[in-house]
């Protein structure tokens, strides 16, 4: 049974940093595309970083791209969000995914951890 479980969130305040970490169980991931998306209270769930194990390639979303970046450790199946200089705005629950298809579509992705929650304060 596939589990991921995220860690590193907390209540932070604007400018600060933070490192979100994923552990994934259950099968190996090294070839799958593990992505963080993001759920900030009133809004739809929004993509925020993915990395695809096709070419090693990775995608951030342009609403944190310069501020964010995203790595894997594929021998600890964990991935993990590195997030500087905080916005406000960047308050939400974080979730970390799993699927077989490189993509920034939630649907693509089968398997989410519970979301860890990041609040940044003003």
């Known amino acids: 049974q596939v589990q991921l479980v995220e860690s590193g969130g907390g209540l932070v305040q604007a400018g600060d940093s933070l490192r979100l970490s994923c552990a994934a169980s259950?099968?190996?991931?090294?070839?799958?595309?593990m992505g963080w998306f993001r759920r900030a209270p009133g809004k739809e769930r929004e993509f925020v970083a993915a990395s695809f194990w096709t070419g090693g390639s990775t995608y951030i979303a342009d609403s944190v791209k310069g501020r964010f970046t995203i790595s894997r450790d594929n021998a600890k199946n964990t991935v993990y969000l590195q997030m500087n200089s905080l916005k406000p705005e960047d308050t939400a629950v974080y979730y970390c995914a799993v699927g077989r298809i490189a993509s920034i579509i939630s649907g693509a992705y089968d398997h989410w951890g519970q979301g860890t929650q990041v609040t940044v304060s003003s």
């Open positions: 259950g099968r190996t991931f090294s070839t799958d595309s």
